[in-house]
C-alpha cells in the first residue's frame, strides 16, 4: 500500500526535479560563457602558438617547439597528470621559396603564377622543369587521356570547388580529390609536374597548400596548387595557345622523425574510467601560422580545462586534453593514440575535436559505431534545449574530426565542433591562416560551447 | 452522393498536393541560392557603392551621388517604375580632422587619442577647449554628481559593451545610451565637452562614430568617441592622477537639405494592392565607405529583384525595393515613405529589412502589430522547414529594422535580416568598415535568404 502512495507522489515530484536540473544546467552554462568571454585563455594562448612559435609542420623545429610549449603550458594547467606520447612523424620538407612561371606564351611572353608546394610534392631538380601544359577537370578525364597524350606535360586540375553547396566543406570535399591523388595519377601516366587549383571558393592571389600522397615518395614529381585567379588566366590562355609552364621545387622527404602528442588528463573523481577527449591539433603547414588550422581547435580544448578550474568543477569522469600531432599528412598521433588507448582497454565515452576554425559556433556534427548512435544521439538531442539559447544544436550525422576518428570501437560518441564555414577556405592550408585572421568572440564562443559540451557529457555520461 | 464520394478522394489527394508544394518551393528556393552564389549582383554592386561612390552621410555630395547611382542602377533592372522620392534631410558636416590629446599628465606627458566626432557634435570653436576628465559609467552617475562638479569638466562615459551578450546588439543596445544621449546630458550640467568610449566589444585602436542628440543643436558640446584601448588608458591614468584633456572640433549644421528614398517597382500580376518590400539604407557615416553599415542591406535588396529577373519569376504581388535615406541621423526616408503610403491606404503584407551588416545569415527577427502578429508568425514560422537547410529560422521576436518599422500600422508581418552578429561591432560606425570588410559568399548567402522569403511571401501572402 505504502508503495502504490509514494509512486503518483514521487511522479508528481518529477517535472520539478526535471526543471531543477535543467535551471542548473543553464545556469551553469551561462556561467561557462562567462568565464570564456571575459577570462578565457584562447586568445592569448592562440597569440603565442601563432606569433612565438609560428608554423609547426611534422618534423619540423617549429613543431618540436611547439610540443616544447604545449607541455609546459599544460603543465601550468593544473592535471593530474601531463605526457608526452610519441610517434614517429614523417618529415617533409618545402626547400626553396617555389618558382612557378608560364614561359613561352605569345600572349603573355613569361609570366610568374602564385604558387605554392603541395605537401609531398618531389623535387624538379635545382634546374626545374618545364612542359607543355593540358588541363583537365577531372582524375578520370585524365585517365581517359591516356599516358600518350599525358607523357612529358604538366597535368593542370582546374575543377573548382562547387560554390552552390552552402557546407563549404562539403565543396572541398568533392574537389580535393585532385589535390590528393591527382599529381600521383599524372606522374603514373608519364607528366612531369601537377599544377592544382587552389581549394578555395574565393577568386584570389592566394595560393592554397595541403597534403598530396605518392605511394612511392621516390617517384613523387612536382605538384603545386596555383591561386584560383591564376587557375583561371591560365585556362583561359589555353583556349587560345599552347602554354608552357616552368616549375621549379626542392622539396625534399627526409627520415621519419620522432614527435608527440601533448597529453593533459584530469582524474574522474567518481568514473575515472570514462573518458572525456576535447582536442584539436598542433601541427600545421609551414607556410603560414596555423591559426584557424588548427591552432584554434588546441586552445579552444584547453580552455575547457582552464573554464572547469576556474568554477571549480572537479569532472566526475575523466577529463583528457589531447593535442594531436601531424593531423596534416599521415595522423601518426591519432594512430598512436588510438593503438596505445585501445590496447589498454579503455573507454571513452564522448571526444570532442574542433578542427574546422574558429569560427562562430553552430554546434556539434557526431558519429559513432552504429550499434550506439541512435541511443546516443536520442540522449544528446536533449541537450539541444539548454545549448540553443548560444545558437547551437547537436546534429545526427556529420562525422567528429580526423584525430578522434580511430576512438569509434570504444563505442562513445564523437563530436566535431561545427564552426560557420563560410570563411574557412579563404585561409585553409595558405600563407594568410595567422593570428590576424582569427576573432577573438568567435573564438571564444567555440570555447565556451565545448565546455558547455563537456559540462553535460561529464555530469550525464552516455 | 457525388459529393460525399468526392471529399474523401479529395482528402486523400491533399497530402499529394501539400507534398508537392513543398518539393517545388524547395526547388525554387535552391534555385535562388544558386543564382545569388553564382550570378548575383550584390557583390559588383557593393563594391561600386564603396570604391566610386564612397563615404555616404546625409546631406553630403557622396549621399547625393549615391542617389544618382541608385536611380540609374535600378533603371537597368527592369522595374515597372523608378522613382526618387524626396525628404529633407539634416546636413552636418564634421570639418576638421578631430584632435584629442591627454595634456599636462605627469605620467604621459601629452599624448594624443584615437577619436572621431559623434555625428551632432558641436564644434570646440578652432582654438579647441581643454579640461579635466571626469569619468562616469552612467548618466545617472553622472546626474547624481550635479552641476557643480560637471561644470567646466570633460564627460567621459567609460561603460563597456557587456562582453557576455552573446548577441552584440544586446550588448550595444545596453550601452549606446551614453552616445546617443550622453553628451546633451553633460552639456545641461556644464560640461565643456565629452569622451565616449566607443561601441565595440573590441580592444583596439579604431574609434567608433554614431549619432548624438541634441535638442537645441546650437547649443551642442564637442562630443566624441575615443578608441576602446585609449578608454582604457584614460582610465587607468585617472585611477592615478587628475587629468586634462584637449578636444578640437570644428564640426558644423548647416541647414536641412533635399535628398531622397530610391524605389523600385514591380507591380503584381495577381494582386498589385499587396506589397511586399526588401530594402536597405543608403547613407553612411562620412569616415568609412559604409559597406556592412548598410551598403551590404541595400544591394542585398537590389539582388532580390535581379534573382527574380533571372528565374524569370513575375511577382503575383507587387515588389518594392528601397534604398531609404538617412537612417543615420533622422531617418527622414522612413519617415517620409511611411507618411507617404499610409495617406495612399497602401497594404504592405509584408517588409525586410537588412541593415545588420552582410554576414553569414542566421534568420529573420520578426515584429507586427499584436493584433495580428500571432497568426502571421504561425504562418511564417511554416517556412522554416523549407529555410533550415539554409540555417535560416524565422524567429518571434527581434523586431525588424529603423526604416521599416513605421509600417507596422498596415498589418503586415516586417522581418529584418539576421546575420551572425559577433563581427558587426568591430567596423561599426568606423573607418574600417569598408568594401574589403565584406566577405563575398556572407553576403550573397544573405541576399540568397531575402529572396527565398520574398518568394514564399509572394507566392503565400501573409
Not at 526543471?19 to 592562440?46: P, V, W
Not at 581517359?144 to 562539403?170: E, H, W
Not at 569509434?408 to 563560410?422: A, H, I
Request: proline share 4%; net charge negative.
Amino acid at each position: 500500500m505504502k508503495k502504490i502512495i509514494l509512486l503518483p507522489f514521487l511522479l508528481l515530484l518529477l517535472p520539478c526535479y526535471i526543471f531543477a536540473q535543467d535551471d542548473e544546467d543553464a545556469f551553469k552554462i551561462r556561467e561557462i560563457y562567462d568565464i570564456s568571454l571575459t577570462k578565457g585563455l584562447a586568445y592569448n594562448t592562440l597569440d603565442h602558438l601563432c606569433n612565438k612559435v609560428g608554423g609547426r609542420l611534422s618534423g619540423s623545429p617549429g613543431a618540436a617547439a611547439a610540443v616544447d610549449y604545449g607541455k609546459a603550458k599544460f603543465e601550468t594547467m593544473g592535471f593530474d597528470s601531463v605526457w608526452l606520447q610519441p610517434c614517429m612523424v614523417p618529415h617533409w620538407e618545402r626547400g626553396d621559396k617555389e618558382i612557378v612561371k608560364i614561359v613561352a606564351s605569345n600572349m603573355l611572353g613569361t609570366q610568374a603564377l602564385n604558387a605554392v608546394a603541395l605537401g609531398g610534392s618531389g623535387s624538379s631538380g635545382k634546374l626545374g622543369v618545364a612542359g607543355e601544359v593540358i588541363e583537365v577537370k577531372s582524375l578520370d578525364e585524365l585517365k581517359s587521356l591516356g599516358a600518350a597524350k599525358v607523357r612529358g606535360k604538366i597535368v593542370f586540375y582546374n575543377r573548382p570547388m562547387d560554390p552552390l553547396q552552402v557546407s563549404t566543406f562539403s565543396a572541398y570535399g568533392g574537389a580535393v580529390d585532385q589535390r590528393v591523388y591527382g599529381p600521383a595519377t599524372a606522374m603514373e601516366l608519364g607528366a612531369v609536374a601537377t599544377l592544382v587549383r587552389s581549394m578555395t571558393t574565393r577568386l584570389d592571389d592566394v595560393p592554397h597548400s595541403g597534403v598530396t600522397v605518392f605511394e612511392d615518395k621516390s617517384k613523387a614529381i612536382p605538384a603545386v596548387a596555383i591561386s584560383t585567379k591564376d587557375a583561371e588566366l591560365l585556362s583561359a590562355l589555353l583556349e587560345k595557345e599552347a602554354v608552357r609552364v616552368y616549375v621549379r621545387t626542392t622539396c625534399e622527404w627526409m627520415p621519419d622523425k620522432l614527435s608527440y602528442n601533448v597529453v593533459g588528463e584530469i582524474k574522474g573523481s567518481s568514473f575515472p574510467d570514462e573518458i572525456i577527449l576535447v582536442g584539436g591539433h598542433l601541427d600545421s603547414w609551414d607556410l603560414n601560422q596555423g591559426a584557424h588550422d588548427d591552432g584554434a581547435g588546441c586552445v579552444q580544448a584547453l580552455d575547457v580545462v582552464h573554464t572547469f578550474n576556474t568554477l571549480d568543477i572537479r569532472p566526475q569522469r575523466t577529463l583528457r586534453c589531447v593535442w594531436f600531432m601531424n593531423e596534416e599528412n599521415g595522423q601518426a598521433g591519432a594512430k598512436a593514440y588510438a593503438k596505445w588507448s585501445n590496447e589498454k582497454d579503455e573507454k571513452h565515452i564522448a571526444a570532442i575535436e574542433s578542427d574546422r576554425g574558429g569560427f562562430t559556433p553552430r554546434g556539434f556534427t557526431t558519429e559513432a559505431h552504429e550499434s550506439v548512435y541512435k541511443t546516443h544521439i536520442k540522449k544528446a538531442k536533449e541537450w539541444d534545449k539548454l545549448l540553443s539559447p548560444y545558437g547551437l544544436t547537436i546534429k545526427p550525422s556529420g562525422g567528429s574530426g580526423a584525430d578522434v576518428t580511430r576512438l569509434k570501437p570504444q563505442m562513445g560518441l564523437l563530436f566535431g565542433l561545427q564552426p560557420d564555414s563560410q570563411r574557412y577556405f579563404d585561409y585553409h592550408h595558405a600563407p594568410n591562416d595567422n593570428f590576424e585572421a582569427v576573432n577573438k568572440r568567435e573564438l571564444e564562443l567555440g570555447a565556451a560551447a565545448m565546455s558547455s559540451l563537456v559540462y553535460l557529457l561529464d555530469k550525464y555520461g552516455m
